[in-house]
């Protein structure tokens, strides 16, 4: 439920990124959606993925000692005994485990065009890549004309259908794991909701009902 609560208020930022016209904050927000979808997808097909996010934490706290008793950062930081027994256990423990990247992730949640449409397109966003900083300037024949202050509203529909229909996605991969627990008049009530609130942001959206998809 932590990975729901976290795409609502990944929902309602790229909401209020949006109206203050500022759409590429708004689209480093969306790739961070798409991450969270990964996992609730990944929880979807098999709850044991769990598992795979604990022993993925583990890895992370391992690479993080790493740098801090690397003794060329003896500059930066000061380990003490407990941080090299520490990472001493923790090699044990995981025992060559690599965290999969978000490419693999998303391969294995059948994502992948996701993945490459909207994840990878994004990254240059969130990396700052020179051709996405062409985004806050206005470039006329080869030439600088002016810089963007915000209040650019042009991508607004697409960010807006794609940030909701990420939204819904993750309600109904949530709605799917507790399946269990609803019966099937409630059941029923929440797959016929999804399917009005979809057809409501795509009109609101102004995206062609024949080029929105239906799951």
Known sequence: MALLLKMSNHYQSVISLLKRGLPVEAQIILRSMIQVLIHLRLLQKDERYIDTLIVSERAEQLKLLNVYTEPANNDIFTPSNVHFET???????????????????????????????????????EHSSLSSLEEYMDIQGGELMSFHLGYDFHEYPRIFYTSNNLLLSAAD???????????EKRS????????????????????????????
């Open 87 to 125: 990472k001493k256990q923790l090699k044990k423990e995981l025992n060559g485990f690599r965290k999969d990247k978000i490419e693999r992730q998303a391969e294995l949640a059948d994502m992948k065009i996701n993945y490459h449409y909207v994840y990878r397109i994004l990254s240059d966003y």
């Open 173 to 183: 991969f949530i709605h799917d794991i507790f399946k269990d627990t609803f019966d």
């Open 188 to 215: 029923l009530e929440f797959t016929e909701k999804l399917k009005y609130y979809h057809d409501k942001f795509v009109k609101l959206s102004g995206i062609d009902p024949d080029l929105a998809p239906n799951d």
